[in-house]
């Protein structure tokens, strides 16, 4: 939240404007909306498999289903007719009426494109025990809280239109079991979610008139934008890493693949070998004949690692020499790990690479030099390490790199243990 705007607030001083306070309400939003975090970068990338997108479709159901009850509580204890009669469209937004499905249809329609059993994602047995406390707090708050915070609370709706676009473009590029039948809810969301945003915001600006009424209403949008942040985190500690599904929650098959699609025209013949490698070893042996691999080249394996013999979020071994043509393959051993090549640290001419979560990837390095490779969620932990091709001719520029946080160092050591 804006900090010139608490100050203002804190101190006993006027009022907000309206103005004001709407931009006091956007920036809360811009600071603390769940677009910004790394569990969406990943679902909207395509870095997630199927059973990863199955959990977070399974989960976010218990959201979608309590949005009609926490708005017909408000409903119910309301004396405003004019409050009453627009808040009403959304509930019907949502369960539905003889024109129109509903929100939650369209969620399960999402869910059944998954492959998702429709009974078991209504029951909600498998939906994390936090999705389930952070979804009924919020509607408790409406519940419980005044009129004008239980509006306020769903000015996340402002910012909503942005995620929904992104996750739209994002899914229906990067993975092949989504298409525009799945993805109708958001679609629908574009329309709906303005309208109803526009509303509440005029609704507060105008009722949010006192110091004590506008800091009602900041704290309840921040507290909002929390219960969104908190099912992301359970989603990511349960199904990303460190991979602690509780018992009882969902688990995804082991027999659910990645099944991203690749936009064309992006991958080269070397990214396409190692899709073939995973799919199928013996034609990985006969694409590497095809992209002309050495005859003694080798294999080198490098575990990723929550825990190793150097520590916390480690590859193993984080420093390796090989030849030019020689492959190296990133074991997934623990989950949510992946392996990537350090941007601007590999020499020129190099093919870059980039592996999903929790997957095993190979890649065959045949230009000579010194590449840095990354866990993308572990990088600033130091899950680095350094490899050198042959002549390592731009040592000097890898040695200048910087990165972030823990990885500095790590990278640093690797590289000494390079000369």
């Given amino acids: 939240m804006n900090k010139h705007f608490i100050l203002a607030l804190d101190t006993g001083s006027a009022p907000m404007s309206p103005a004001d306070l709407e931009t006091a309400l956007r920036a809360i939003g811009t600071e603390r909306y769940h677009d910004l975090h790394p569990f969406h970068d990943l679902l909207h990338g395509g870095h997630l498999d199927k059973g990863q997108v199955q959990a ?23 004396e405003d007719r004019e409050l009453r009669r627009e808040w009403l469209h959304r509930v019907t937004d949502h ?63 402002l910012f909503a239109p942005s995620i929904h676009r992104r996750r739209i ?35 507060v600006k105008r009722h949010a008139v006192t110091v004590e009424q506008q800091r009602a209403v900041l704290a309840a ?20 890493t460190p991979g602690n ?63 190793g013999e150097k520590g916390m979020m480690v590859f193993q ?12 393959t990133f074991v997934s051993v623990d989950p949510g790990h992946n392996a990537e ?16 979560p929790s997957e095993t990837v190979s890649h065959t390095f045949s230009v000579p030099g010194v590449y840095g490779v990354k866990c993308r969620p572990h990088y600033a932990m130091g899950m680095v390490m350094a490899i050198a091709v042959g002549e390592p001719i731009n040592l000097d520029a890898a040695k200048a790199m910087k990165h972030p946080g823990k990885a500095q160092k790590v990278m640093d050591t690797a590289l000494a243990e390079l000369h």
């Fill in 56 to 78: 977070w479709a399974l989960n976010r159901y218990c959201y979608q289903a309590a949005i009609p009850r926490k708005d017909a509580s408000l409903i119910g204890r309301c």
């Fill in 95 to 157: 369960d539905g009426n003889c024109e129109d499905p509903g929100g939650i249809e369209r969620w399960l329609i999402l869910t059944d494109g998954l492959g998702l059993d429709r009974d078991y994602v209504v029951s909600q047995q498998g939906a994390l025990s936090t999705t389930r406390f952070a979804v009924e707090a919020y509607v408790r708050f409406v519940r419980e809280k005044s009129l004008l915070e239980a509006v306020a609370s769903s000015l996340t709706e």
């Fill in 169 to 203: 473009a994002g899914m229906l590029k990067n993975y092949s079991f989504i298409d525009e039948t799945v993805v109708a809810y958001f679609r629908r969301r574009l329309d709906q979610a303005p309208r109803d945003a526009q509303f509440a915001l005029d609704y």
């Fill in 221 to 240: 949008l921040t507290f909002k934008t929390e219960v969104l942040w908190a099912q992301l985190d359970a989603l990511h500690y349960a199904y990303v």
């Fill in 245 to 307: 599904i509780p018992p009882g929650a969902f688990r995804p098959a082991p027999s659910a693949p990645f099944d991203a699609c690749q936009a064309p025209g992006t991958a080269g013949p070397k990214e396409r070998m190692i899709m073939i490698r995973k799919q199928a070893p013996w034609l990985g042996i006969v694409a590497g004949l095809l992209v002309a691999a050495p005859a003694q080249a080798t294999d080198f394996q490098v575990k990723m690692l929550s825990k």
């Fill in 317 to 328: 071994p984080d420093a390796l020499k090989i030849a030019p043509g020689d492959t190296v």
């Fill in 341 to 356: 090549l350090i941007r601007n640290m590999a020499p020129e001419g190099a093919e870059p690479f980039a592996g999903k």
